[in-house]
């Protein structure tokens, strides 16, 4: 994970710092647990004090490059991160030693004031490209330097530029840079999800997926298979990142799939598609829901978003489901043995561990906020840990589950904290709106065009970014060119959403499908080109749910959205067996493209479309049955053994 995840590269602290660190890392979380039930604290002091505490970890934790972590030293932390973490501290509790100060001179900065935003913002730099990786980072810095010099900015980028200082004292000393939404969320919703996520591991609920997944699917054709699908699919309901769903459940699925006989490119894929179609299922969504909430705004609720995301997401998983299900029938594959599989009666014993899920979702629908649903949420996973001896929540499990979450948290915190600078550069100078008005000057004012061009525009934004990030990244950029065109907000920000997290399968950084590879032995490029073959669904869903919301379930019926899944599902049946070549026998190029076509017509929400389609996609499937029929009078009788 390391490779591919550098999150997952932090150093394995010994002796005093190992204490110092775990105590920093339980403290982050009591911090936070503190808030959200006796109330957050002001805007400035809140999201300071945990910047303060990501920042501060992040430099004891994540060393300046993978040289020095492998590299044996005498110190296991270099001189100068300790500087960095000390500076990092004075960071975090500057709003609030001096808070009256700050408040009363109403962004009128002293040297003092200056300095430290300085600081500030170079902090969240390093430590974003420390824990979160240069692309971002690079982004980060771009738009920066975009604010000061866009005086020499080409074309309609071009506008009066920003003073050294008041960059500074956007970023630091408004509400509108570091300290903005994204790291708002940060400090409030997405931490404790992060934290309930910590607890369901520790409670063996990661496990039990896998579990479930193989009772579920692996003695079907193609069982291995269907089991990474599934397992992923829940694996993303606790995870908030693709490559670290790729590496935990791939290390299991992935060596049995290529045991059954897929290729290693094949199996890779199926593990990259599935793990990060995970960050777009509900609940969690790799937390960019809880921002969506912030982002859109208009009285739109967390519900709103998982209820509309939801149709979406199970057309992607199942797209992927009937792909591979095509792929094992074509090879002849078959599903695990009994002997393969764990105990039925075990796994079924143990549903209860899925209650915290449960739970959590019931909550949300009932329309409980969303700081009170995650805290029952964790108090919920503790009380069903209390049923299994090895997963009973004893005060040495209880700091791990807090340490845990709050190491996961790391790498969410600098980036929000990063994407807010973006956010930052981006209201004060205008770009935003600018930029669209440029993506709909380029594709002449008309809609698919306009779509085209943000898709690309999110692909190339979301590559090597973090799910949050990523979002955060694409709303703000992408997002309004879409909005010009009248389109519903939800559909515009879950259209930029959907291709920022389809650039972790997207090649040429594809890093979802790069990690897999590492885990099959594959080729990284050709098991992204694979996985982005999966994925066909993420590639078309988004474009429909703009032109047609009934996808997502905006402004229609109840009989309206049943016809529209029914047809919809249909239509990736056909689409799949396109993309494969294989339905009830192999498809010659002629047939493959006329399934697509079909599943074209059957996926867009459009009455009379649906209805050609449905009546094509029955030709065919009698076609397929008559000519299999066909094939199997005129093949040879075997020879009686």
């Known amino acids: 994970m390391e490779k591919y995840d550098p999150e997952a590269g932090f150093r394995k602290l010994k002796g005093a710092l190992y204490w110092i660190t775990l105590i920093g890392l339980v403290a982050f979380s009591l911090f936070q647990l503190y808030t959200a039930i006796f109330g957050v604290l002001p805007a400035q002091l809140q999201r300071t004090i945990h910047l303060g505490f990501a920042l501060t970890l992040i430099f004891l934790l994540f060393p300046a490059s993978k040289k020095k972590r492998e590299k044996k030293q005498r110190f296991q932390v270099a001189w100068y991160d300790m500087v960095l973490a000390a500076l990092s501290i004075a960071v975090g509790s500057y709003w609030y030693v001096f808070m009256d100060d700050l408040v009363m001179r109403v962004g009128r900065l002293t040297t003092q004031d200056f300095i430290v935003g300085v600081i500030a913002i170079l902090l969240v730099l390093e430590a974003t490209r420390r824990v979160v990786g240069l692309p971002i980072t690079f982004i980060a810095g771009f738009f920066l330097l975009y604010a000061y010099f866009g005086p020499y900015m080409p074309g309609f980028l071009e506008h009066k530029g920003l003073t050294i200082e008041r960059i500074v004292r956007t970023m630091f000393f408004t509400t509108e840079g570091i300290l903005g939404t994204p790291l708002a969320v940060s400090s409030t919703y997405i931490f404790l999800f992060l934290l309930f996520g910590a607890f369901l591991v520790k409670t063996g609920v990661g496990e039990y997926f896998n579990d479930l997944s193989i009772v579920i699917a692996g003695r079907r054709v193609g069982g291995p298979a269907k089991v990474a699908i599934f397992s992923s699919a829940l694996q993303g309901t606790i995870s908030g990142s693709s490559v670290a769903n790729v590496v935990t459940s791939g290390a299991f699925t992935i060596p049995m799939m290529k045991r059954l006989g897929y290729d290693k490119n094949f199996a890779g894929a199926v593990e990259a598609a599935s793990s990060t179609g995970g960050q777009i299922m509900p609940p969690v969504m790799g937390a960019a829901a809880f921002l969506m909430v912030e982002f859109i705004g208009g009285g739109i609720t967390y519900w709103d978003i998982a209820k509309a995301a939801a149709i979406p997401a199970i057309l992607y ?11 094992a029938k074509r090879i002849g594959l078959r599903g695990l043995s009994r002997e393969e599989m764990p105990e039925t009666k075990r796994v079924i014993k143990q549903i209860y561990l899925l209650i915290p899920i449960v739970v959590v979702i019931i909550l949300l629908m009932g329309g409980m906020s969303v700081t009170k649903a995650a805290l029952w949420s964790i108090v919920s996973a503790i009380a069903v840990g209390m049923f299994n001896k090895q997963t009973r929540m004893g005060p040495k499990l209880f700091i791990e589950a807090l340490a845990d979450g709050a190491r996961t948290a790391l790498g969410v915190a600098a980036a929000t904290a990063a994407a807010g600078m973006i956010v930052g550069v981006v209201t004060v100078t205008g770009v935003g709106l600018k930029m669209a008005n440029g993506l709909l000057e380029l ?9 085209i061009l943000t898709m690309v525009a999110s692909l190339v934004l979301g590559m090597g970014s973090p799910t949050t990030a990523n979002y955060v990244i694409t709303s703000t950029i992408a997002a309004p060119a879409i909005l010009l065109f009248g389109v519903p907000d939800l559909s515009a920000h879950m259209f930029v959403f959907y291709f920022g997290i389809i650039a972790d399968i997207t090649p040429p950084v594809a890093l979802a499908a790069f990690a897999a590879a590492g885990v099959s032995g594959g080729e990284p490029i050709r098991t992204g080109i694979i996985s982005s073959k999966l994925a066909i669904a993420a590639f078309i869903i988004p474009y429909i749910f703009v ?3 009934q996808l997502m379930l ?8 049943v016809w529209v899944i029914s047809t919809a599902f249909v239509g990736m049946i056909a689409i799949g067996a396109g993309m494969i070549g294989y339905w009830m026998r192999p498809l010659n190029w002629l047939e493959r493209i006329a399934a697509v076509v079909i599943g074209f017509l059957l996926i867009y929400p459009e009455g009379i479309y649906s209805a050609i389609g449905l009546a094509a996609f029955a030709l065919m499937l009698g076609s397929q049955y008559w000519l ?3 094939d199997n009078m005129q093949a040879p009788s075997s020879p009686a053994l």
């Open 443 to 451: 594709s002449g004012g008309y809609l698919i065009p306009t779509l």
């Open 628 to 630: 299999l029929k066909k």
């Open 547 to 549: 032109i047609s919301p």
């Open 554 to 561: 905006i402004d229609t019926t109840w009989t309206e959205a």
């Open 317 to 327: 998983f199942a797209g992927i489901w009937i792909m591979t299900h095509f792929e």
